[in-house]
Structures are given as structure tokens and as C-alpha cells.
């Protein structure tokens, strides 16, 4: 079935204000979220929001942070996210980075004490409007085998940089640096179907086309699938945005990254406090001025989207063209909805006291 | 047949101070190409010597070049490198990101009018002294098709990150963000071996193991090899390279950067001048204290190196792990070249008045 974007934003807002978010950050909140369903990543939406509260009524997530700034320099900031939603964390991060770009060209923040924050591209593409580059990483729970390895010590740990054009439409690549992001899996796993070798690797990390693998003590790949094709590439990417996460804010990384469902625990002597996450902004006039440079990018875009297609493809695809193309449909003609997460939001209001329904 | 380290290095800066390399130049040039053959990257060592030669014939390289900053903010520089050797500005600028680093915390420096950097690593390498982060990252003549394209429009634009640790040595990927580099597909093409599917496709767009597929009209593949394995994000990797390398500073970019090779002329109406780079600094300290950093970069390390390994692995391996052992290897035992690399100095140095053996 098919909700409308005010429906869940109203909803996920009311949601989050039930827990004790106060309403701004509800529905700070509740716009990060959607915008993960506006832009086909179902998996990072509202299909998420009872994990949260799950979270909450755990004690690992607080509703009321007091997001501060730990440590900085011109360039620079660590922000605690004092154990807050991600999806408050993040934005509230991003934003003091594109407020040292203004003072200094670029503002670096890394982040820790915080939660899962959703879909990587919203903050990186905040810096859009203000004529900068965009840059959002996150560390995640360990789901992912190094290359050579049998456990799993890296989340699918994201890369997500927005650039802005002139006439054409922004770039905006936002990839879990593994080959597959888990929510294709999941997609497979609910049709019964086998994901393609190089997606997965059993619990002896040997390769598997079980597209439950992962549920069954295997581990999610790097990019690449195997040393020959260049996982050894896509572990690299992983670790280096686990260290800039999380080596580098004070956060958990590697295997110690807390678990984003609410029934596994955190392991016993973690090595920092919650997950991290790393934002960038570059004022594209800190380089050349901004006219000059969205020209450019206009004519790269078009340079790129004209180039000759291989058979049987329509052309070639600049990063972010299906997400936009996705959400400029689903804000129009309404966000569809799996029946188990409609049900799943149902219930979820009705343990807090709201109608899924009414808000429609 | 081996060469020392020193034989290989007094040549190099000689040939260098022959086409008129001021002395400090050439030192520094032949340093950066040497690290290339130290390190196992042979395609980017003194195998290349004579192609830098032979464009320096063409008038496509300024030996004297006054490489400049342009433009600036505290934490942001645009530099020209006047034409010169890749070899010789890299380090410049690298330089000027490491200077803003330590006056605001981070240093983003984008090179416009340069030529091919030699191995991307050296210059990420240059902050691990001062216990900063480095990033080195290049855009390169268009070998490689984006998904769903026919044609050519990318280099194999490498990423490089250095991250210094306490005790353990430090964190270094370096890699093209293609599936495999192509000087592995030169190794191949040498031993008359065909290349695994994934990594080049034939002059229609088809997948091919032809190890000679790329001579022949067709590409290099981005890191995933095929859609279904994730090449979309190989693809988008090297855009944000050829972007931030060549976009942002005013070189060229996409299929308008100049060939390597001297018998191919550039695109007449180029959009930029020469190659681009990028490199970035960040001080670790301004973030969390170095000493704390490098403890928790230490436990990060020890902690992958001891993961359990798949059959028939007999370790997980941290980036830079291979390089480095080659690398004091190398140094003790010296360096092996090919016979028709050895024949190619030697040639070189008839043309130019130096005797190759008597370096030695």
C-alpha cells in the first residue's frame, strides 16, 4: 500500500515526540527518515522507526541530547552526540561543519556518542544550498569480512559525497562500501531468491549464493567480492571510514561498533563511546569561484550522461540521477509500503498511544 | 636483473638534471619515482622514466616550472603547477595542504596544470611525520568506462590514505578505483595470460578476458567489474577523484585529460589546463590528542591483523602491509627490473649523454 509523505512525516514525528524528543528534533528527525524513503533506500526509512524506539526503551538511545562540541580548531570539530538519534546527531554535526567552511573554506567534524543516522546522502547533501561539497561517513554494526577473513569486524560503513552544478541536477553518490548493501539482500531474502556470488560468504568464508548467509554467521563483502576483483579495495574504503568515524572522534569502531537491533548487547569493554560518523564541507569558492566551477560540473554531467551506451542499457547514469528521479515520483504519487512495516507501524503506535491510520 | 636503490636513484635525478630539472627537483622527482619500485608498483617507477622524457621532447613538460598558489583560504589552496613534472608538484602542494594543516587543523589543496604524480601513496605518506592524515588522490588519461558506457571517460584515478599509529606501522591504502590496475593487466599481457572477467571489456562494452582488451578499443572496468557487483560505485569513486582533482582546481577532467603516452596528442578545445590532483591534511591532533589517537590506531591494527582467516589465508593483512615488506626488502636486495626496462635506461641515457651501467 502507498502512504503519502505528510502521512509518515506526521506520523514519525509524532512518534518520536511520544519517546520525549523535543518537537524540533522529532521532526528533524522524522525528515532524515523520510528522505531515505522518498529516495528508494526503504531500508533506512520508516521501516526503521520502531528499531529506534526499541533503542529507546532500552537506554541506548536519549531523547534528549545535549549535542555539543567537544574539541576544535578553525577546521576542525569532535562533536559528542551524547548517546542522541542519529538522525538529530548528524545534521546538527553537518551543520558545524559547513559553518567552519564559511569561516575557513572546509570543516571537518567527527562524531561520536551517537546512534544510526540514516541515510548517508541527507547530510552530505545539506551542503548543497550553500554552494559547498558534501561528505558523510558513518561507522556500523560489524556485518562485513575483511578480505582473508572469517569474522566480521566492519559495518557496511557508507560514502556518501554530494556536488553541486549549475543548470543540471546535483551529483550525489551515497554507497555502502560493500557490493551490496544489505537492504538488497533483504529484498532477496523476502522473495526467496539467491544473491549473486560475490555478495556474501558463509560462516567458513567461503563464497555463497544463500542470500540468508549473513543470518547464519556469515559475513557481507567488500566491494570487489574477492581479492582478485578488488575486495581487498572495498575493505580498505570500510576501514578507512571506521577510522575517521571513530579512531579519530572516540567512538567504537571495528567489531566493539554497537549492534543496531535493541536485542543483541553492545560487547562487554568497549574501546569508545557509541558509533561514530566523519562530515565534510568545502566552500567551492574556498578553490575557484562558484560560477566558474557549476559551468564545469554542467558540462562534465553532460559530457557523462551522453556517453555511448553499451547494448541493451538506455545510457549512462550519473550518480544520484535514480534516487532523484525516485523521489521526485514518491513525493507526487505517495511512498509504497511492505504490509509487514505498515503493520509494524501500527503496532508501534498503538504501544505509545497513536493510530497509525488517523494521520493519513 | 637488480639494481640498487642508489644506482636507480643517481641515474634517475641525473637523466632528470639533464633536460634541465633544477638539482633539488630532480632529487625530489626521482625520490617519488623510486618509492614506486621500492613499493612493488612497478608500472610507476623508473619504468616510466623515458615516457616523462619523451613528453618533456614535446614541449608537454616545463622542467623549470614556478609551481604557485593561485588562490587560498586558511584551510584551502588552488595550485598551478606551471606545467611541470607530476613528480615535482605532487610534493609541492602536498606541502602546502601539510603548512594549513598545521596552522587550522586540516590543509585541501587541488593542482591544476600538472602532469601524471607517479605512485599516489608518497604524497598521502608526507603527513604520517607529522601526525597527520594524508590523502593524495589524481585524475588520469581516460582508460576506463563508467557503467553502461561504451566509451572511455575515466582514469584509473587512485585514491591514497595514510593514517599514522603508535607502535604498529602505519595505515596505507593506495588504489586505482578500478577493478585491477593496469599495470596488473601488463603483467598479464607480458606472460601472454588472460585477465579474470571483471576487469576489462572489449570495444562493444562486452566482458572480455582478453588481456589486450584495452589496446584494442576497449576499457578498464571500475572497482566491481559489472553492475550487479557494485561497478556503479567504482564508477562514482572515480568521478569524485576526477572531480575534486581536476573540476575544482580548473584542469582537465573526464575524457579532455591529456594522454601519458607522447605519440597521442591531447583533445584539441581542452576544459582545462594539464592533469589535476588533490590532496588533503589533517592533524590529528585537531581532533583527539596524537598520543591517544595513535594508541587506539595500534589497538585497531593488532585487532584485524589477529582476525580469524578463511582457508588457505594465513592472515588478514592491513593496507600497506605488502608494500612496506616489499619495500625494506627491496632496499636491502635491491630493486628488479624487466630486460626491456633496463634496455629502456640505457637507450635513455645514450640519447642524453649518460652511461647507465657506470651508475652503479
Known sequence: MTYSYNHLFTYTQSILEKIGCPPADARLAA???L???L?????????????YVRLWEKGRINAVPNVRI????PSTAVVDGDGGLGLVVAPKAMQVAIDKAKNVGTGWVSVKN???????GYHAMMAL???MIGISLTNASPLVSPTFSKERLLG??????????????????????TTAANGKLEILQRKNLDAPLGWVQDKDGNPTSDSNGVKKGGALLPLGGDREHGSHKGYALGAIVDILSAVLSGANYGPWVPPFVAFLDPLPNLVGEGIGHFFGAMRVDAFRPADEFKAHMDNWITRFRAAVPTEGNEKVLIPGDPERELEIERKENGIPLLRPVA???TALGEKLGLDFQSFG
Chains 1, 2 share one sequence.
Open 156 to 177: 557496511t560503513n557508507p560514502i556518501a559525497v554530494a556536488i553541486p552544478a549549475k543548470n543540471q541536477p546535483p551529483f550525489v553518490a551515497d554507497m555502502a562500501t
Open 129 to 131: 544550498d550553500h554552494d
Open 35 to 37: 528522505s531515505a524513503d
Open 31 to 33: 525528515e532524515v527518515l
Open 70 to 73: 567537544v574539541h576544535e580548531t
Open 39 to 51: 529516495r528508494g533506500v526503504d531500508s533506512h526509512g520508516v521501516a526503521r522507526l520502531s528499531g
Open 114 to 120: 551517537s546512534n544510526h543516522y540514516g541515510i548517508a
Open 343 to 345: 503493520e509494524d507501524l
